[in-house]
């Protein structure tokens, strides 16, 4: 397990060039801590999306992500960036992205498959600061 701080997630931000934002999504609820230091430091707008595929000990509780409450937001021409803390099977936020369908969204997870990934070397388990 690779232990990460706040300082080294902060100072991987600072080297990454992110396009202009209006509007970051985090995915409830392990994307909510990484979206939120990514909303401060793109200096946007937050939402979260509650969704859930895996309980506390990563095993999924369902077949496929559930959405658990429905985006009802008016996002029409927002630059939208969407963050998870993981994304390895793309499950989660595919499903994420069928809620923000016909929207201008880009996708950030810290570890795994999007757009922008933070810690794209890290392939084992991550112990992220927010988690006990």
């Known amino acids: 397990m690779t232990p990460l701080s706040f300082k080294q997630i902060t100072a991987r931000l600072h080297t990454i060039k992110f396009p202009e934002i209006d509007v970051v999504i985090g995915i409830g ?35 496929e992500p559930k959405v658990l409450e429905k985006a009802n937001w008016n996002l029409a021409g927002q630059r939208i960036l969407l963050v998870d803390d993981v994304s390895v099977s793309g499950k989660t936020m595919n499903a994420a992205l069928k809620q923000l369908k016909g929207l201008n969204v880009q996708t ?5 498959k999007a757009d922008f990934v933070l810690f794209p070397e890290i392939k084992d388990c991550v112990k992220w600061p927010w988690k006990p």
């Open 29 to 63: 609820s392990g994307g909510v801590p990484a979206a939120t230091m990514l909303a401060y430091h793109l200096k946007s707008e937050l939402f979260v999306m509650t969704l859930n595929y895996r309980d506390e000990q990563n095993n999924p509780r369902y077949e």
């Open 108 to 112: 950030c997870a810290m570890k795994g």
